[in-house]
C-alpha cells in the first residue's frame, strides 16, 4: 500500500529539460515552511529567474495519488517557472512533510491550507495575479475558494468532480488491494486494518464524511476555468473557458499504485504551451 512521500526535488532540479519542452530560463528551488506555529506546512517554491509574471499555486492530488505523482508536479512546476511564473508547490496538514499525522488531514481543513498557501506564494512573488492548478481530488477543495481569494484563473488537472464516488472508489481499491495475491502471497484472506485505514493511511474518522460532502456541479467558479483532462473523462464536460486534452500516457497515473513507470512529462508539453501562451488571457481577470 502507498506510504506519505518525503522524497525531494533533487533528481527534478538536477534533471535537464528536453528541448520539445516548456522550459525557457532555470528556475530556483527553496524548501519553505509556513503557516501559523499550530498549523505548520510544508511547501517548495520554484522560483523565476525574473520577477514573475504568475503565481502557481499547485493543490496537490489526495493519500496515495499524491506519492505516484509527486516527482511529475514537481517537473511541471519547474516547467511553469522556467516560463516566467512562480510556482509554490505544499502538502497538507497531516500529509507529505507538513506537520501533523495521518489523522490530522481533514477535508473540511484543506480550504484553509489553500488559504495559506497563496498567501505565502503571494508575499513571495510580489503580488503577482495567482493561479490555482489543482490537481484531482484538490480540485473539490480549490473550486469553492477560488473566487473567495481573488484567484485570477483556476486551472483543475484531471478533477475529481464527485467525493462520494471518489471515497467509494478509494474503498474499493483498498479492499482489492488487501485481498491481493500478488501484494501479499502468503497470506490467506485480507490483510488487518483499522477503522478508519484507506490506502495505507489511518485518517481521521471524519475524512470520509467530510470528502462525501464535496462536489463540483457544471456551472462557472466565478474566475476563468481550464481543465486538463483526458478526452473521455466527465471533466472535459464542465462549463470552462478551455480544455485542453491530456493522453493516456499523462492520465494514467491516477488508475495505478505502483510506481511501475514515470509519467512522461513530455506528453504534457502541448497542454502546458497552451497554457503559457496564454497567460495575459488568464491573468487578466482579479
Given amino acids: 500500500m502507498a506510504c506519505r512521500d518525503s522524497s525531494g526535488d533533487s533528481s527534478a532540479a538536477r534533471g535537464g529539460a528536453r528541448e520539445d519542452e516548456v522550459h525557457l530560463m532555470e528556475p530556483i528551488l527553496q524548501p519553505v515552511y509556513f503557516g501559523p506555529p499550530a498549523r505548520r506546512l510544508f511547501g517548495v517554491h520554484h522560483a523565476p529567474a525574473e520577477p514573475p509574471r504568475g503565481a502557481v499555486l499547485m493543490c496537490p492530488p489526495l493519500l496515495n495519488e499524491h506519492f505516484r505523482s509527486y516527482r511529475f508536479f514537481s517537473q511541471i512546476a519547474s516547467q511553469l517557472a522556467g516560463a516566467g511564473l512562480a510556482c509554490l508547490r505544499f502538502d497538507y496538514l497531516g500529509t507529505g512533510d507538513s506537520d501533523g499525522g495521518d489523522d490530522q488531514f481533514n477535508p473540511a481543513d484543506c480550504g484553509l491550507d489553500i488559504a495559506l498557501a497563496a498567501e505565502e506564494l503571494r508575499r513571495r512573488s510580489g503580488g503577482a495575479p495567482l493561479i490555482l492548478v489543482a490537481i484531482r481530488g484538490s480540485a473539490l477543495f480549490a473550486h469553492r475558494e477560488a473566487e473567495n481569494l481573488g484567484a485570477s484563473a483556476l486551472w483543475l488537472w484531471q478533477p475529481v468532480l464527485d ?124
Fill in 163 to 286: 467525493g462520494a464516488g471518489y471515497v467509494q472508489s478509494l474503498e474499493k481499491r483498498d479492499r482489492f488491494e488487501r485481498g491481493s495475491r500478488y501484494r501479499y502471497p502468503l497470506l490467506r484472506g485480507m490483510a488487518a486494518a483499522g477503522p478508519q485505514d484507506l490506502m495505507g493511511f489511518a485518517l481521521s474518522e471524519r475524512f470520509r464524511s467530510e470528502l462525501a460532502t464535496y462536489s463540483i456541479d457544471r456551472e462557472a467558479c466565478g474566475v476563468p476555468m481550464a481543465v486538463l483532462a483526458h478526452p473521455d473523462d466527465p471533466a472535459m464536460q464542465l462549463a470552462a473557458d478551455a480544455r485542453l486534452e491530456l493522453p493516456a500516457s499523462v492520465t494514467a497515473w491516477s488508475d495505478e499504485l505502483d510506481l511501475t513507470s514515470l509519467i512522461p512529462l513530455r506528453d504534457a508539453r502541448d497542454a502546458l504551451e497552451a497554457l503559457v501562451s496564454d497567460i495575459p488571457r488568464w491573468t487578466a481577470h482579479g
